[in-house]
């Protein structure tokens, strides 16, 4: 699979979002430090007036928008998505809550150097529903996983993972935002030590050539 080389500067990535952008804002607040060595070259999304279209325009981080309906099907999408993503030349992808999957067309540019974040502990709980499907099935801990995207729905080799408990009383919001704020810090984490050590991928293994401390 690709391979993302180390960058003595600030690595540009581009983000791809569909929502409230809580993770974009980590990351954009990350980047603010030079020492993070992550530079957020665009932000982009599937739909307009969303929270985290506002929140890169706050930054004055450049963004564009692609529709699906806009298209005449799915791979028409997919490949102008992979060529608006592309003219901003990112080293690394992050999908934050980016609610598409990536089809074919993107994954043959951007495949090895694209990252997505999902509220579970993956392998469980694939899909759009992770925390109110981790509810339903009674789990005592569940989390996030950053993996590095393939074909499937969220089932590519896992980069990291945090768990965070299921309380008694949780419904999926208060589930969800306490895996969010969880989610947050290995996202940032993680993106930088890829963007700044660089990764390969070796089947189902990412490696980043620093050795993790733990
Ligand atoms: C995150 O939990 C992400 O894993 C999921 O959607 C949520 C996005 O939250 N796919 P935000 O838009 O970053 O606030």
Do not use: C
Request: net charge negative.
């Amino acid at each position: 699979m690709g391979a993302v080389p180390p960058d003595p500067d600030a690595t540009p990535i581009v983000v791809l979002v569909s929502g409230s952008g809580t993770n974009l804002q980590a990351l954009i607040d990350a980047a603010d430090d030079p020492a993070y060595g992550v530079r957020i070259a665009a932000v982009g999304a599937d739909r307009h007036d969303i929270e985290a279209l506002a929140r890169a325009e706050r930054h004055g981080i450049e963004t564009f928008v692609l529709r699906t309906a806009d298209f005449a099907d799915r791979s028409a999408w997919d490949a102008a998505l992979a060529d608006e993503v592309a003219r901003h030349g990112p080293a690394l992808v992050v999908l934050a809550g980016f609610m598409k999957l990536a089809g074919a067309q993107f994954l043959e540019r951007f495949g090895g150097r694209t990252v997505n974040t999902h509220p579970a502990l993956s392998p469980a709980f694939p899909g759009m529903h992770a925390p109110a499907d981790a509810l339903a099935h009674g789990v005592k801990v569940t989390g996030a996983t950053l993996f590095v995207v393939d074909a499937g729905v969220d089932t590519g080799p896992i980069v990291a993972q945090v768990a965070v408990p299921v309380l008694p009383d949780d419904d999926v919001e208060s589930l969800h935002e306490r895996i969010k704020s969880s989610e947050r810090g290995m996202l940032v984490e993680w993106v930088g030590r890829l963007a700044r050590d660089g990764f390969t991928v070796d089947g189902r293994h990412v490696i980043s050539p620093r050795k993790d401390p733990a």
